[in-house]
């Protein structure tokens, strides 16, 4: 049975597909890793067609689907049973399906900028989480050099204890020039410093379940 890594974030802009594209090639090189696109927006699947495009439809290293409303809780489980990892991207604004993707995830997966207005804005996931009786993890993404706000300073969110993983993830251009050509910086730059913090996140993950 697959280990299920739902990203969520229903704050928008917070890098929620492009962390789950990442995280989903780098399991890949040593994975069977299926990715469920549920965000009705789309942008995961954009990519993803860019990716056929550049690679081929059989060379793309992954399994895609993507799905929305009740279609998404029977793509889960078939997904899971053909696979080691499932990657789902959940939709920002819609509670019924971040319920659907949050309900079987081993991990839940909340990218944030290390801002506290954007870490405040967290709280909306975290109460979803909550419902579902999971216990998230933070992950700090566009970090900047100098960012003020570390994992050491967040410890709970209103009435949510917080965790927070030690793998950040700097605001590096590698990710956006990379997911434009429907690849990821582990392939366009795999010595690059955005490559690496992947590489090390996706294995902080993976020992947390």
Do not use: C
């Not at 049975?1 to 040593?30: E, H, N, P, Y």
């Not at 056929?52 to 998404?72: I, M, P």
């Not at 997904?79 to 509670?95: E, G, K, Q, T, Y």
Request: glycine share 4%.
């Amino acid at each position: 049975m697959a280990k299920i890594f739902t990203i969520a974030q229903q704050k928008g802009g917070a890098g929620k597909s492009t962390l789950a594209a990442t995280l989903a090639v780098a399991w890949a090189k040593r994975k069977s890793v299926a990715v469920l696109d549920i965000d009705p927006q789309g942008s995961l699947s954009a990519w993803y067609k860019v990716r056929e495009a550049a690679l081929g439809e059989d060379k793309t290293g992954l399994t895609f689907e993507a799905v929305t409303g009740w279609r998404a809780a029977r793509a889960v489980e078939k997904l899971a049973a053909d696979h080691d990892i499932v990657v789902i991207d959940s939709p920002p604004h819609a509670d019924t399906d971040a319920k659907i993707a949050i309900r079987p995830a081993d991990l839940v997966v909340i990218p944030t900028q290390p801002s506290p207005l954007d870490v405040w804005a967290t709280e909306p996931t975290l109460a979803l989480a909550a419902k579902e009786k999971t216990t998230p993890l933070i992950v700090l993404n566009r970090v900047l050099p100098r960012a003020n706000l570390t994992a050491r300073m967040i410890t709970r969110l209103g009435d949510y204890e917080v965790r927070v993983a030690k793998s950040t993830l700097g605001n590096r251009v590698a990710h956006p020039d990379a997911m434009a050509h429907g690849l990821t910086a582990t392939e366009t730059k795999p010595a690059s410093t955005a490559a690496k913090e992947i590489r090390a996140l996706a294995t902080e993950l993976l020992k947390k379940v």
